[in-house]
C-alpha cells in the first residue's frame, strides 16, 4: 500500500501532465495492490469453501444419522468430531495455502 501511495504522489507530481493523464498514472498504481488484494482474496474464498463443504458433509452425516434412529447425544458427538476433524484437516492446509499465496504475490513484483 505504501508503494501504491508513493507512486500515486508521484502522479501528482507531474504539472505536466494533463488530469487524464495524472489519472491514468494512478490507476496503473492501483493496480498492483488490486491484484494483490484479488489473489489473497481468492484464496482465501477457496479455503473457505472447502471448509464449508467438509461441515456440511458432517451435518448431512448427522441428520442422517438422526433418522436412522441415532440417538441425539451421539450424533452430537459424530458431528462434533466431525467438524474438529474439518477444523484439523483444513488447519494443516494453511502452511500451503500461505505459500501458494507467497509464491503468487511474489511474481507480482
Given at each position: ?9 508521484r ?24 491484484q494483490?488484494q ?9 479455503f ?62
Amino acid at each position: 500500500q505504501g508503494a501504491m501511495f508513493r507512486c500515486s504522489a508521484r502522479c501528482c507530481e507531474n504539472s505536466a501532465a494533463s488530469m487524464q493523464q495524472v489519472q491514468q498514472c494512478i490507476e496503473r498504481c492501483h493496480a498492483p495492490l488490486a491484484q494483490a488484494q484479488a489473489i489473497v482474496t481468492a484464496e482465501l474464498e477457496r479455503f473457505q469453501d472447502r471448509l464449508s463443504r467438509c461441515t456440511l458433509h458432517c451435518n448431512d452425516k448427522a441428520k442422517d444419522a438422526l433418522e436412522a434412529g441415532g440417538g441425539e447425544a451421539r450424533v452430537r458427538a459424530q458431528l462434533d468430531a466431525c467438524v474438529a476433524a474439518c477444523g484439523d484437516d483444513h488447519l494443516r492446509l494453511v502452511p500451503a495455502m500461505a505459500k501458494k499465496m507467497k509464491d503468487s504475490l511474489a511474481a507480482l513484483q
